[in-house]
């Protein structure tokens, strides 16, 4: 603690003079999470949550496109990421351009597209979907297929609840694809009776060993009404650590993997931001008026 007592401070006193917030996704590390963030949540939390926010600047403690669906909810507003290398391996999976090509091969086909990617991406798109809305935004569109990119094991994971056929993109989370179906069994071997909750970005086969699956904020949901005693929670490690400082009667089994994306956050990083006002995440209009019809469509849904 003492090492980060001083950031800490800093970091409070910074808010005040810049009248900023700081938004923390889940997988932030617990001295984020719990020490100098105002809002906590999901991703699907943290855009809702960017749209009724009050104050000049947003310091967006996650990735990279976390931080560019805040700028575009809040174009007047100054949004700033603690390091601008903080990338998602499902977001660098695919362009525009990949966009572009798959409607022409499927043309008529609506375009769903996950968060986890940039505004360019989301531009070409015709509504976006987090982990957490996803079944609800695919059943609203009515239609029996629909292009679902790019996280090809998200989309297989919403296909088998929803019924509607899904084309796919091969990108996968290199956290998430990391887990095995052999990982859950012999979880279940070392912990009968552990209540185990898997990401959807897991592979399908993942997702079929665990009892049920959820975005980030659905897990913490579950754990706290339901207060299983003892839980596994089949995803990135600090989402562990943010739920057990606060639930110690709770046992958490730990079989995670770090996201190094995420992982690039720090307070140091968080103080030097809001001192400098640096690392701003910037779009270009024409880019940031087309993605932000399709973050909008998807949280009318
Ligand atoms: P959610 O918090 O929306 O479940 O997403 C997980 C994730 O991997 C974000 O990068
Ligand atoms: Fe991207 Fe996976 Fe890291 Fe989330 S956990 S930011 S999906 S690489």
Redesign the pocket.
Known sequence: WAVHAADVEAILDLKRERNAVILA???QTPEIFHCVSDIV????ALAREAQTVDADVIMLA??H??AETAKLLNPAKTVLVPDLRAG?S?AESITAQDVRDLRSQHPGVPVVTY??TSAAVKAESDICC???NAVRVIESLGVDRVIMIPDEFLAQNIARQTGVEVITWAGH?E??ERFTPQDIRQLRVDHPDAVVLA?P?CPPDVVAEADTS?????MLDFVVTRRPSTVALI??CSMSDNIAAQHPEIDFVRPCNL?PH?KRSSLAKIRAGLESLTHEVTIEPDVADRARRAVERMLAV
């Open positions: 996704h889940n997988y949540g999901d991703s699907l996650g990735v496109f976390m998602c499902l968060v986890n987090t982990s957490g989370c956290v998430h990401h970005e959820g975005s980030t904020a659905q995803t990135e996201c995420m």
